[in-house]
């Protein structure tokens, strides 16, 4: 379908919902009728040129069989997945001028549609809607505005019309529920749908850099958060090609899981329109991360654009209202480095490298390919959560295991409701001899290219060139442009978080003002004990406060006053203040205790020459001599950095450009302000 008939189909989408639901429905809820009717119209005009011999197929079962599940044989005689039963097609109905008939004729079609369009009819919640068209007489209306014959619905040629194909009805499906969004300042279309540009470098780089290895088998590809189901039609689009080109004849099992409606009622038709039956089963409502429809599986290649930054509490309340530590799911709490409750899991405000975790859990082992990821990601999955942190485990053994290949910052507005800069993270297990040990990293912020007019946030896009550009970049490898691309090995990435702590100083202080703040505890025992060493000590500053802790636990002792860590505490608290002169505070096993505001975590690189142990002599004791390393602190975490590699400073302009502007600035205003003072005298 070309570009000028796609847009045509467009705007007549768009006005049918002007011409039948204004006053009847906000802009915002337009979705609710427009969407479950542009699918059905979908359904009705692809069984449209067989329901004559379906109608007649049913009744001859109906005299001659006792059958009661007629689909199965009738799906046989309408060439597709699905099949409507009812005598009538949607164009029948729109000769109907009774509203109560126009209803119960339009029920009774809905109810004849197969067992498996039944389901996705109920997600868009359309029959809730029927009493309300039909009372405000904009049933029939709709209707005949679906059926107008001057727009071809099906997937075939119809009275010289191209058909929809299921890519361009996909696109179409996405471009509405944009469409609508953006009328009533609903910024969520992302999450229900990728621009196909993007889809479209994804699957390049997820099935081009393996494409002589695509043999004639099956293969799976799978997307857990499929929306629309996009990804998953492009990526099959996109292996029957280069399997054809090689010679070869592919299978492709398609699966994805979608939470929301809507979307997932889409993916299902879409499915069931390509005449994949058994492939709609594949698409699974609910949760990927509470309710994981493909348990134990494991897929060939997987394609995934994530929600970012939306809370997943409802997943705790699903898991059975349980605390984060206290899930169990394999997929994020595994074995490894040692710990057998080694946690992936991020915070509770952003879900994405949960399916990260998610799609490596479902990664192929026991064939020559392996498995590929391509996966969006903003910002924060490449470096957000410390040491020992899920975000930060996640990114340990994904590179600890060698699995990160490759990846690609996208520019900015690429998507339609965020302008924020996104990441592909190319993962896989079966890496080419060349790329082991290594992950590259290519800038492609910079190559896009602009759009005639912005669709929300969306304002340029990746041409073919583009795409081809930042391809060239990817295969080129150690010899690609380093403004744009490097390579380093997997231990650059790699820190260890070390604490290094510093002696505690105390200096006592014996002032009356200071047992004028003991009395407030009404410690009478304490207060008299502490009266005695006064006596004893003086109301001179102390500076070694092992000394005089000493003499306190003897006189506390001969008195019979039991020290307890209460009065330990208060003792500190009332009469001692951090002194950089006075001695370092012993613990009762005579090590220095550490002084917690002096503690510095430093950030160690896997790669210092010597590790820990050269770095803190090297780069601390030589400037706190007392400083020492806490053994116990020691771990290791992983974070990338797009802007330590390619940051560009801002060239500053030479000085003598400068001052010859200014002497040229001052030269056109010679005399100016002379004028202008002059005037007002």
């Known amino acids: 379908m070309n570009q000028a008939t796609y847009n045509s189909l467009k705007s007549f989408i768009w006005g049918i919902a002007n011409d039948c639901l204004v006053d009847v429905y906000d802009v915002g809820d337009y979705r609710k009728i427009i969407l479950p009717m542009l699918v059905i119209r979908r359904f009705d005009a692809v069984l449209e040129p067989t329901h004559k011999a379906v109608i007649e197929m049913k009744k001859k ?120 969004n953006e009328e009533t300042n609903i910024t969520d279309a992302g999450r229900h749908f990728t621009p196909r540009d993007i889809v479209e470098l994804m699957a390049d780089l997820a099935f081009l850099p393996v494409h002589e290895k695509i043999q004639s088998t099956t293969y799976r590809i799978y997307d857990g958060a499929c929306g629309t189901g996009g990804m998953l039609t492009v990526g099959e689009e996109h292996i029957k090609t280069l399997a054809t080109r090689r010679g070869k004849n592919v299978s492709i099992k398609l699966f994805g899981q979608e939470n929301a409606d809507e979307t997932y009622a889409i993916a299902r038709a879409d499915m069931l329109v390509k005449g994949e039956g058994k492939q709609a089963d594949n698409v699974f409502f609910g949760s990927t991360i509470s309710n994981d429809g493909f348990p134990r599986e494991e897929f060939d290649f997987m394609l995934s654009n994530p929600p970012f930054g939306t809370p997943w509490k409802s997943d705790l309340k699903a898991w059975g209202d349980i605390k984060k530590d206290d899930i169990t799911d394999p997929r994020f709490i595994i074995d490894y480095d040692g710990n057998s409750e ?103 912020t910079s190559i896009k290219s602009s759009i005639r007019k912005n669709l929300g946030d969306k304002n340029c896009e990746f041409t073919l060139d583009n795409r081809k550009e930042i391809l060239d970049l990817y295969f080129a490898y150690t010899d690609a442009d380093e403004n744009y691309s490097k390579v380093f090995d ?53 500076l070694d406060y092992n000394l005089f802790f000493k003499k306190v636990n003897a006189l506390a002792a001969k008195k019979n006053v039991k020290l307890t860590a209460k009065r330990n505490k208060a003792i500190r608290s009332y009469f001692t203040t951090v002194d950089e002169t006075a001695e370092i505070v012993l613990d009762k096993d005579g090590n220095p205790e550490s002084d917690k505001n002096l503690k510095d975590t430093e950030q160690i690189p896997l ?61 056109d205003t010679d005399g100016l302000l002379a004028s202008i003072i002059g005037g007002v005298l």
């Open 342 to 444: 080694y946690s992936l899991l991020p915070d509770i405000g952003d879900p994405q490298m949960l399916f990260l975790a998610n799609n490596i859990s479902k990664m192929k082992t026991s064939t020559d390919l392996g498995s590929r990821i391509v996966e969006v990601h903003n910002s924060s999955s490449l470096f957000k959560g410390d040491a020992g942190s899920g975000p930060s485990n996640l990114r340990r053994y994904i590179i600890e295991q060698d699995l990160l290949e490759a990846v690609v910052a996208l520019p900015e507005n690429m998507f339609y409701n965020t302008g924020i800069g996104t990441f592909l993270w190319i993962l896989t297990n079966k890496k080419d001899v060349i790329r082991k040990g290594k992950i590259q990293l290519i800038d492609a």
């Open 607 to 667: 790669t210092y020459e010597g590790g820990v142990d050269a770095f803190f002599e090297k780069e601390v004791l030589p400037y706190v001599p007392d400083a020492w390393v806490d053994k116990d602190s020691v771990i290791i975490g992983y974070e990338l950095s797009f802007t330590k590699y390619f940051y560009k400073p801002v060239e500053l302009r030479d000085a003598k450009d400068i001052i010859a502007d200014i002497t040229a600035i001052e030269s």
């Open 490 to 542: 997997n231990e650059e990435f790699g820190y260890y978080s070390v604490d290094i702590l510093r002696p505690l100083r105390l200096r006592v202080d014996l002032s009356t003002e200071n047992f004028d703040l003991l009395k407030t505890d009404k410690d009478d025992a304490l207060y008299n004990l502490m009266c005695a060493i006064q006596h004893h000590l003086g109301t001179d500053s102390i």
């Open 61 to 180: 079962l109906e005299k001659s069989s006792k059958t009661v599940d007629l689909d199965p044989a009738l799906c046989t005689v309408a060439g597709q997945a699905f099949v409507n039963k009812c005598e009538f097609t949607l164009t029948d109905l729109k000769s109907r001028t009774n509203q109560q008939q126009l209803k119960r004729d339009f029920t009774e079609y809905l109810d004849g549609f197969s067992q498996n369009v039944q389901e996705i009819i109920t997600k868009f919640h359309i029959r809730n809607e029927i009493d309300r068209l039909s009372e405000q007489d904009r049933l029939g209306l709709l209707i005949e505005k679906f059926v107008d014959p001057r727009y071809n619905f099906s997937n075939k040629e119809v009275n010289d019309i191209d058909g929809l194909d299921n890519h361009t009805m996909g696109t179409l499906f996405e471009e509405v529920i944009r469409m609508f």
